[in-house]
């Protein structure tokens, strides 16, 4: 139930503030736990946090925001960690001025959005939810030929895709594009960890990739730089993917190059709002995938998220934090 916590073990007060993303009733909480007196909410509003966490001493969160604020109204947080990778929803500089340590998990979701990556960019390519959709409208059995498509499949073989930043997703991707006979260019402040891996600044890359997809963190330098004067440049035949942050794009320039067809699709599994505003420009746009943020969410991943999330705890407890950010 929204709003719901559970207490379990005893010792530091843990404060989980949005539990239910990672654990919707089949994930367990058991390995954070074991640590301390754990209470977990479901979904907190900003106007429930102080409530909630007065008396935590570690505090768990995902999505929920923590500005300074909020950080100064809890004297007796002593650590905070988020349950994800990204962890723009903390100020951390606060927390620091505060002497409280940030913990992240930076990798656990890893195969999955890279796994999640290619399904978006093959239902561009080949379209197989469409065509089961027609087939199941009838339109196999009222074709006059042995086959037919809407859309002829894109061979993937002997393109180009562009990587903007190469962490560990990044370079999952390219590793299955590699398996996929694609050619793979990488550009981003981590992209000298490449290797042999073509570099390229960003303006090139846009222009000479057949598909460009976005792994990079968002950081206030990067916010929206997916503008219209990058998205111009590309081929009309290309397409944009986009598994790593909303933020990362400017969504109407995304909407116009879509509709004027600068490019030939695009497909999204993030938004700059979550959930996605009723009136975002994305709505409606041609030729356009949006997944509800759920790539990073195999049981497998969640489960590795609680589990490194409890060796933060652990280790601070310990003394000695590990996966600090800021």
């Given at each position: ?5 559970r207490r379990?073990?005893?010792?530091v ?14 994930n ?10 754990l ?57 620091r ?36 959709a ?25 393109r ?8 560990r997703?990044?370079?999952r ?19 000298a ?8 600044p ?14 990079c963190?968002?950081t ?28 990362l ?6 909407r ?21 505003d ?14 509800p ?9 969640r ?24």
């Amino acid at each position: 139930m929204p709003g719901s916590s559970r207490r379990l073990g005893s010792r530091v007060r843990i404060v989980v503030l949005d539990g239910y993303t990672v654990n919707p009733g089949d994930n367990s909480w058991e390995p954070v736990a074991r640590l301390g007196e754990l209470a977990v909410f479901d979904r907190t509003r900003l106007d429930q946090i102080v409530a909630r966490a007065r008396d935590a001493e570690i505090l768990l969160t995902n999505k929920t925001r923590l500005d300074a604020a909020t950080l100064t109204a809890l004297p007796a947080l002593r650590f905070v960690s988020v349950l994800a990778t990204g962890y723009d929803v903390v100020d951390v500089a606060a927390a620091r001025a505060r002497g409280i340590p940030v913990s992240n998990v930076p990798e656990y979701g890893t195969d999955s959005v890279a796994q999640h990556t290619f399904a978006l960019l093959l239902e561009l390519a080949n379209h197989p939810a469409e065509h089961a959709a027609a087939v199941a409208a009838g339109e196999w059995s009222r074709s006059a030929d042995f086959c037919f498509w809407r859309a002829a499949p894109v061979e993937l073989a002997g393109r180009t895709i562009g990587i903007v930043g190469l962490g560990r997703i990044g370079r999952r991707v390219a590793d299955i594009a590699r398996a996929f006979a694609m050619n793979v260019t990488v550009s981003g402040e981590d992209s000298a960890r490449g290797g042999e891996v073509a570099r390229r600044p960003l303006p090139r890359l846009f222009s000479e990739s057949d598909v460009v997809s976005l792994h990079c963190p968002l950081t206030a330098k990067n916010a929206r730089f997916v503008n219209r004067d990058l998205l111009r440049r590309m081929k009309p035949s290309a397409f944009f993917l986009n598994t790593a942050r909303g933020g990362l794009v400017d969504e109407a320039a995304l909407r116009e190059a879509l509709d004027c067809g600068w490019l030939a699709g695009a497909a999204l599994d993030v938004g700059s709002t979550e959930p996605l505003d009723p009136r975002s420009p994305l709505l409606g746009a041609r030729n356009l995938l949006l997944t509800p943020h759920m790539a990073w969410a195999s049981l497998p991943a969640r489960r590795r998220l609680v589990e490194v999330t409890a060796r933060n705890v652990e280790a601070f407890l310990g003394g000695a934090p590990i996966n600090a950010v800021g």
